[in-house]
């Protein structure tokens, strides 16, 4: 390598991942190479890095649940001006065995990291951290005002009520630079709970909860991914917390209707299941869940999270601030998601005919 390769290596700008290995942190690791960052990815050692191949990465495995060794990994990581750049901490639990595990996760090993890297002196420039809109809760379930950056809290599931726990620690760091997401949901290739959604309406079924109209909204990985880049490359998001969706709301007709349609399926049964017989379920599966220590996507955290009639948000603080403008809508985000799985459904049934054979 010559003088000025070495010298355009070394003025790239640094970003850690932090979980890396998730739905969205492969897409933010493969985002930042592309936009030429010098990439470190921190994963466990379990972590799967089926996709995070590109050999420019940089890997950091942390075990998050030993702070000790937590910081010791951080500190024989950091890059050689002593800290990132900027951090993209995106790790955290969506569903859990048992309910403890959301505080242990999505606050505990945030504080710890933050406090490693504090006692490092490697503050980054800018810190963006992934919450969620559970940390709101719901808002006006009967005029439908869409859901704004200065709602008052009000989680009422414990995957909320720790990441508002985990915000309102950061909110005390004032040594760092923070900016905080709040999206909604998000979906794209290598999804899985929407994902089972699809698969439904593939077999010509498509489930609900309740009977009072819904309005729910989206958000495709790749403009949330664009968004945090954005958002980590301006001075005005700092200290700053935002709502992050395609602005706009569906009903659950108007997703099934674009999936169907993606899938090529002439028709597909809704089937509306009473709010009580939902509840049922969740619970059944919850108490399976604690018994084999296996998480389950339904549960009593995933049944409030269905009966809240009201997700429509208002995203006018993001496009001020750093010019948010999604350019995927559902139905194209769908249409991506749904060729995705019918490649990845084709390769499956190819694979198994290579083993018969």
Not at 61 to 73: G, R
Not at 145 to 159: E, F, H, L, M
Not at 200 to 217: A, E, K, P, S
Request: glycine share 6%; net charge positive.
């Amino acid at each position: 390598m010559d003088n000025n390769s070495k010298n355009t290596a070394a003025d790239k700008p640094t970003l850690l991942v932090v979980g890396a290995g998730g739905f969205i942190g492969g897409f933010i690791v493969e985002e930042g190479l592309r936009r030429g960052y010098e990439v470190y990815a921190a994963v466990r050692e379990s972590t799967s890095r089926r996709y995070l191949t590109d050999n420019r990465i940089h890997f950091v495995v942390l075990d998050y649940d030993d702070a000790d060794a937590l910081e010791t990994a951080l500190g024989e990581a950091l890059p050689k001006a002593r800290r990132w750049n900027s951090i993209i901490y995106n790790l955290g639990a969506t569903k859990c065995a048992r309910f403890a595990d959301f505080n242990r996760i999505n606050y505990g090993y945030l504080r710890d990291f933050t406090e490693a890297i504090y006692r490092l002196g490697a503050v980054p420039g800018h810190f963006l951290f992934m919450s969620s809109l559970s940390a709101l809760g719901p808002v006006d379930e009967k005029n439908y005002t869409p859901i704004d950056s200065k709602a008052i809290p009000n989680p009422n599931t414990r995957y909320g009520l720790s990441k508002i726990k985990a915000e309102t620690f950061l909110s005390t760091q004032n040594w760092l630079p923070w900016t905080i997401f709040r999206p909604t949901g998000v979906y794209g290739p290598r999804e899985q709970d929407y994902l089972m959604m699809v698969k439904c309406i593939d077999r010509h079924f498509d489930f609900g909860v309740g009977y009072r109209r819904q309005m729910l909204t989206f958000i495709y990985v790749d403009d949330l991914v664009a968004a945090m880049f954005d958002a980590i490359a301006s001075p005005d998001t700092i200290h700053k917390r935002y709502i992050i969706s395609e602005p706009a709301a569906y009903t659950q007709s108007q997703f099934r209707t674009m999936v169907s349609k993606a899938l090529g399926r002439s028709w597909v049964v809704p089937v509306k299941l009473p709010l009580w017989m939902a509840y049922v379920a969740s619970v059944v599966a919850e108490k399976v869940a604690a018994l084999t220590l296996k998480p389950s996507t339904l549960n009593r955290d995933k049944f409030k999270i269905m009966r809240q009639r009201n997700w429509n948000c208002s995203v006018a603080d993001a496009q001020a601030d750093f010019g948010f403008s999604p350019k995927v809508n559902l139905e194209e985000g769908v249409r991506r998601t749904v060729e995705a799985y019918i490649a990845a459904k084709k390769a499956a049934a190819e694979a198994k005919k290579t083993v018969k054979a």
